[in-house]
């Protein structure tokens, strides 16, 4: 059986990572290929250095060439960076009561795609929160029922131009190709439950320069907002505001336990290279309170009363920044005044937050492949049966 490889790129703020999955073998791990390399990130809705994004791509490729050969197309996962979200409400009527059928739905999602044009965005994706059938019936499943009418609301994903075309070009210099997906609904559609996007929830993935709240429905994303802030910028604040080194204030924040009333003789150790170096877990989170009360300001900023979001609308975090540190959830919980809990990947494959997009964007990958092949199937279907 010849092996189909597929490939995911996630572009997080601090490393390029390239995972190749066998979609067609049997094997618990199907992954060929699974490599990361870090680079300076982005911020702002900008690379720091696009020469480094070259070489670190380039670098995940020809290693990948090297050890499993190259894949046939690989989805990039285009952050919230580069990312925006727009929502509309269509409508459609029928000239009788009929059953509604994939080729409404899509006829419908196509008329509501009018940024083929447009000179700063390019469609990702688009995703339902509701439909809606004649009588006002809402439901997330229109196929198949008897409805003089159809309408949906819709949430259409953009990826900034430059960045689309900054990656197809380097893909024509690699001789690879590309599609493109929004990182952030690939984790609100692979990462959590249905049920809970059904009744809405806010999805707060906070990596490590750069992070991202979006607020889910039904299948799709009605406002996402980026920030660019994360661990690095609290390792940042640690060794402005402690005066040591980076590397320590890094290590730092791997260690932090924000639950605890320290005394002045408490401290945190770390080991660097073969020493160890300990520092006043007093001093230490006092500094790290400060940064995270920099990155709650601009959370409660987003959901200001005026971005229509309930204020019952709870919060789940993910992604590699904070969802590990002991006391982070508990902090944001408290300057939100929302609820907030954990969400990482159902996978043994993934199993912590910081797999959220990357598992995510796994999961999409599947999918697309799946659609695709049943797409053909039904079409060889229908030309095999009109001879």
Same mark, same amino acid.
């Given at each position: 059986?010849?092996?189909?490889?597929?490939?995911?790129?996630?572009?997080?703020?601090?490393?390029?990572?390239?995972?190749?999955?066998?979609?067609?073998?049997?094997?618990?791990?199907?992954?060929?290929?699974?490599?990361?390399?870090?680079?300076?990130?982005?911020?702002?809705?900008?690379?720091?250095?696009?020469?480094?994004?070259?070489?670190?791509?380039?670098?995940?490729?020809?290693?990948?060439?090297?050890? &499993?050969?190259?894949?046939?197309? &690989?989805?990039?996962? &285009?952050?919230?960076?580069?990312?925006?979200?727009?929502?509309?409400?269509?409508?459609?009527?029928?000239?009788?009561?009929?059953?509604?059928? /994939?080729? #409404?739905? /899509?006829?419908?999602?196509?008329?509501?795609?009018?940024?083929?044009?447009?000179?700063?965005?390019?469609?990702?994706?688009?995703?339902?929160?509701?439909?809606?059938?004649?009588?006002?019936?809402?439901?997330?499943?229109?196929?198949?029922?008897?409805?003089?009418?159809?309408?949906?609301? *819709?949430?259409?994903?953009?990826?900034?131009?430059?960045?689309?075309?900054?990656?197809?070009?380097?893909?024509?210099?690699?001789?690879?190709?590309?599609?493109?997906?929004?990182?952030?609904?690939?984790?609100? $559609?692979?990462?959590?439950?249905?049920?809970?996007?059904?009744?809405?929830?806010?999805?707060? /993935?906070?990596?490590?320069?750069?992070?991202?709240?979006?607020?889910?429905?039904?299948?799709?994303?009605?406002?996402?907002?980026?920030?660019?802030?994360?661990?690095?910028?609290?390792?940042?604040?640690?060794?402005?505001?402690?005066?040591?080194?980076?590397?320590?204030?890094?290590?730092?924040?791997?260690?932090?336990?924000?639950?605890?009333?320290?005394?002045?003789?408490?401290?945190?150790?770390?080991?660097?290279?073969?020493?160890?170096?300990?520092?006043?877990?007093?001093?230490?989170?006092?500094?790290?309170?400060?940064?995270?009360?920099?990155?709650?300001?601009?959370?409660?900023?987003?959901?200001?009363?005026?971005?229509?979001?309930?204020?019952?609308?709870?919060?789940?975090?993910?992604?590699?920044?904070?969802?590990?540190?002991?006391?982070?959830?508990?902090?944001?919980?408290?300057?939100?005044?929302?609820?907030?809990?954990?969400?990482?990947?159902?996978? *043994?494959?993934? #199993?912590?937050?910081?797999?959220?997009?990357?598992?995510?964007?796994?999961?999409? $990958?599947?999918?697309?492949?799946?659609?695709?092949?049943?797409?053909?199937?039904?079409?060889?279907? $229908?030309?095999?049966?009109?001879?």
């Amino acid at each position: 059986m010849k092996s189909k490889r597929l490939a995911v790129l996630d572009v997080g703020s601090d490393a390029l990572t390239l995972i190749v999955q066998d979609l067609k073998t049997k094997h618990p791990n199907p992954f060929l290929f699974r490599k990361s390399r870090i680079y300076p990130g982005y911020g702002d809705g900008m690379f720091f250095d696009e020469e480094s994004v070259y070489d670190a791509l380039s670098g995940l490729l020809r290693e990948c060439r090297i050890r &499993v050969g190259m894949p046939n197309s &690989v989805l990039v996962g &285009v952050p919230a960076e580069f990312s925006t979200v727009v929502c509309k409400t269509l409508s459609t009527s029928f000239f009788s009561r009929k059953e509604i059928t /994939d080729a #409404d739905i /899509d006829d419908l999602l196509i008329k509501g795609n009018t940024y083929g044009s447009h000179p700063d965005y390019v469609t990702l994706d688009s995703a339902p929160i509701y439909y809606l059938l004649e009588g006002g019936e809402q439901t997330m499943i229109p196929h198949k029922r008897m409805s003089g009418s159809l309408s949906v609301c *819709v949430s259409y994903i953009l990826g900034a131009r430059r960045f689309v075309d900054f990656f197809t070009a380097m893909a024509s210099v690699l001789n690879v190709e590309f599609e493109f997906t929004s990182s952030v609904l690939a984790e609100v $559609q692979h990462i959590i439950p249905p049920e809970i996007r059904d009744e809405g929830t806010l999805l707060l /993935d906070i990596g490590y320069i750069s992070s991202a709240l979006a607020y889910a429905k039904g299948d799709g994303i009605v406002h996402m907002s980026s920030f660019s802030f994360g661990r690095g910028h609290i390792a940042g604040y640690i060794w402005k505001y402690a005066d040591i080194p980076f590397e320590h204030a890094i290590a730092l924040t791997h260690k932090l336990n924000l639950n605890l009333y320290p005394d002045d003789n408490n401290t945190y150790s770390i080991a660097i290279g073969n020493k160890s170096f300990v520092y006043k877990i007093k001093m230490i989170n006092e500094i790290a309170f400060y940064a995270l009360s920099l990155i709650t300001g601009t959370i409660k900023g987003i959901l200001s009363p005026s971005s229509n979001i309930p204020s019952s609308t709870p919060i789940l975090l993910t992604g590699s920044g904070l969802s590990e540190t002991i006391g982070a959830k508990e902090f944001i919980s408290n300057e939100t005044v929302r609820r907030v809990s954990i969400i990482r990947p159902g996978s *043994v494959l993934f #199993d912590k937050p910081a797999h959220s997009s990357m598992a995510a964007l796994v999961a999409e $990958q599947h999918k697309k492949f799946t659609t695709k092949k049943s797409f053909f199937k039904r079409l060889f279907t $229908q030309l095999r049966r009109s001879k």
